[in-house]
């Protein structure tokens, strides 16, 4: 090979080093600016592996709240995308959600607030064609405040739990809720929605789906308790199970 001829060669091979880890390096750092997570499975039932990956875009250098979050499958060479809200701290994870044997994508973002609640997503990719999943409702309760200071709770089905909240008197009193430890009105408690919902497994059955929903009494600053609930797909969203756990009390 001539000189020149080599001097051309060793440009090119050189340029093409850097020009891939150039695209390398700027694929980092939209990973280390913004969220990526992927993950691979078969989730339209070709019997191919597809590409899963959430994509988040934050709202500025550092901000840790992204305006912009995707939801894209990569399936025989063709691309599914799907637009998600704006939050915080997206999660990725893959089941059979709906029982049909083909495995389904969700996705929880963190809203803002400090209840830390949750946006869920849930999708079938099946035959490559993107289909919503509902998602579970919020478990069928009766919360109210009781005279003396007590809140009760009661999940149909269940026998109501009574709870003690004369820790916070003094702010209940302040708030007008109560007089003399009675009611001014009738006043439920505030039923959030769920804050985490993730998958479970129980063996000899797949998997359920696992929530926890808080409840406060004034104000999301003042958590009482929590309904946790587990749920099973049979053509609808069916209750498996839920109960009823207090938060410990602070004087106020």
Do not use: C
Request: aromatic letters at 8%; charged letters at 30%.
């Amino acid at each position: 090979m001539k000189k020149l001829d080599l001097l051309k060669y060793a440009v090119l091979v050189i340029s093409v080093f850097l020009s891939y880890h150039a695209v390398e390096a700027h694929d980092k750092n939209f990973q280390v600016e913004g969220t990526y997570m992927s993950t691979k499975r078969d989730v339209t039932g070709d019997g191919k592996i597809d590409i899963i990956q959430v994509q988040g875009l934050p709202y500025k250098a550092g901000s840790k709240f992204l305006k912009q979050i995707d939801l894209s499958v990569e399936s025989d060479r063709r691309t599914i995308s799907v637009p998600l809200e704006a939050g915080y701290d997206p999660e990725l994870k893959v089941a059979d959600l709906n029982n049909d044997g083909l495995q389904d994508v969700l996705v929880t973002v963190l809203m803002e607030g400090k209840g830390r609640l949750i946006t869920s997503y849930a999708y079938t990719f099946k035959d490559g064609e993107v289909q919503i999943l509902d998602m579970p409702p919020s478990v069928p309760v009766t919360a109210q405040f009781l005279d003396g200071y007590k809140a009760e709770i009661s999940i149909e089905g269940q026998k109501p739990i009574v709870l003690d909240i004369s820790s916070r008197k003094k702010t209940y009193d302040e708030l007008g809720i109560y007089q003399d430890g009675k009611l001014n009105e009738p006043t439920e408690l505030l039923v959030e929605p769920y804050s985490t919902l993730d998958f479970k497994s129980i063996f000899g059955k797949g998997k359920r789906l696992a929530g926890i929903q808080k409840v406060n009494g004034a104000d999301e600053r003042d958590p009482l308790l929590e309904i946790h609930s587990v749920w099973t797909y049979k053509n609808e969203w069916q209750l498996v199970k839920a109960k009823v756990k207090a938060n410990k009390q602070k004087k106020g």
